[in-house]
Every structure is written in structure tokens, then in C-alpha cells.
């Protein structure tokens, strides 16, 4: 993402096996540039974020959030269900700097997506919500009816207007919305991979609802039968994951090229072909904005093309 600030994110697993004591979080938190979020699974338990129960971990983590002035973003949803006992319980905290604490909304995803924590969910106003650049599609452009009314409306009366160059560029971009389909935009929409098809389609939907027949009635029977889905939607994801890349791998040939290969791959693995928007640097400063970025192009590729060049 593109983001209006520089932000430390730390991702971490601490297991409840693991012997750790106060300095160690000391340690971890004075490492984090600030500002930061620091998210996981501490296996830390307080009633400070939503669980039932407290331990010695949980204290520590209470200290620390206290003792380093640092902002609680858990809202008190479990992030952890039990399936033998059937309960839920809170080990998974997300910290954050104080002046991130307005910035962030959190929520737990409704499905347990075949794992026994629920995954949690940071949206952030940081983000550029602005929406992505639409295209024209000039290869199915009305190139006849464009080139009608061009000539109709593009006529020498509108030099004699009061801004000829603003009128022009709006009556060809009017016409142009009229013979010239655009790419349509679908904001936050995540990548398609080749290997989920139908079958993992399927397989997830059982699994989902064996998911909330359990919520629903925690029998052991509904527990095997959750089990059992849920290890079949797992085996079908690694299945057809594997079939797609054998099949990318045999239609490789040696005229294949590497950019085709690695678009394939980023393709295969769920990652946006497109590239992130860049930021400019221009003495010392660090310029972010789209607006700005456009006009600082725009005067340089002009000053470029002056006739002082």
C-alpha cells in the first residue's frame, strides 16, 4: 500500500511454552521505530482484551501497555475457539502507538478459513482510498462514430471561446466517453489465483457450513464432521495448488519468456501484477501525493522540453 506515513509493522508468535519475562517485551517494544503496530499471538490472557481469564502473561502485557503509553486495538471479540472444549478465549493483541490509535478499525473475520484462531482484520484510514486510474479500451473504440463527431463539434468556432484549449479537451474527452469503452474499476478487490476453482470453491463452502452447524450446536458429531471438511478443504487447496503448477511447468518451452514466467508466478501465488505507486524524493523531501507527483512530472518533463534545451 501506499501509505501517508512510514509504519513499523511486527508480526509475532509467542508460544505458551516459551518462558518469557518483562524485559524480553521491553526489549521487543524499544526495537520497533515508532510509530508502529505489533500484532500475533502473545498467548497472553486478560479480561483487558475480551478473554475470561487472566494469566501471568497477560499481566506482563497489561505492564507494558501502561509503562510505554501504548494503545490497545482488541474491541474484546475471541480470536481463538477451543474445538474439544468448545470455547473461545483472546491470545491474539494488537498494540499500537498512540498516534496510530484513530487510525486503525479492528475486527475478526466471521470464518475460521480451516485454522482454530479467527484471523484478525487491521483496516486503516493510512491507505490511499483513492480509486485506481480507469483505461480506455481503444481496441474496441467506435472509431467511425469517433471520427463523426469530431469533426461535427471539434469546429474553428471554438478557438473564438473564452478558454479555447479548456473547451477543446472537454468536448474531445465528451466524445471520447461516448465511442471509447473504459476499464472498469473494482476497489479492494483481491487477485485471482488460477488453482481456486470450482472444486476448492465447493470445498470451502462445506466447510463453512459444517463451521456454523458447530457454532450453532456443538455436538461431537458436528465436531467430526467440521474435522473431517476441514481437512478436505485442505487437501483439496494443496491438490489443485499443485496440479496448476504442474500444468504452468509443462507448458514452459525454451522460447518461453521470463517475464511471462514470472508473471505466472505472481499470478499463481495471488499477488498483483501491477506495480505500487512510486514516491519522489526531490531535495531531501519526500513527495507521496498523486497530485503532486503528476505536477512535479508534468514541470519537469516541460522545463525538459523547453526551448532553453
Known sequence: ???????????????????????DLEHLIQQLPAPFVLVGDLNAHSPLWGDVRQDSRGQMVEKLL???????????????????????SVPDVSICDPSLALEFDWLTHNDLCGSDHFPVILKTSLRDDEPAAEHWKFDRADWMSFRTLCVSRLSDELALSEDPVAQFTDTLIEIANQTIPKSHISKNKLPKVPWFNDVCKQAVKERKKAQRKLFRNPTAENVLAFKQLKAKARHTIKTQKKASWQNFCSSLTSKTKPKTVWKAIRKIKGKKSTSSLGHLKVNGKLITDKKQIANLLASTISNNSSSQH
Open 66 to 88: 501502561n509503562d510505554y503509553n501504548l494503545c490497545l486495538l482488541n474491541t474484546g471479540e475471541p480470536t481463538y475457539r477451543h474445538h474439544s472444549h468448545h470455547s473461545f
Open 1 to 23: 500500500m501506499s501509505a501517508k506515513k512510514t509504519l513499523t509493522v511486527c508480526n509475532i508468535y509467542l508460544p505458551p511454552s516459551l518462558d518469557v519475562n518483562f524485559s
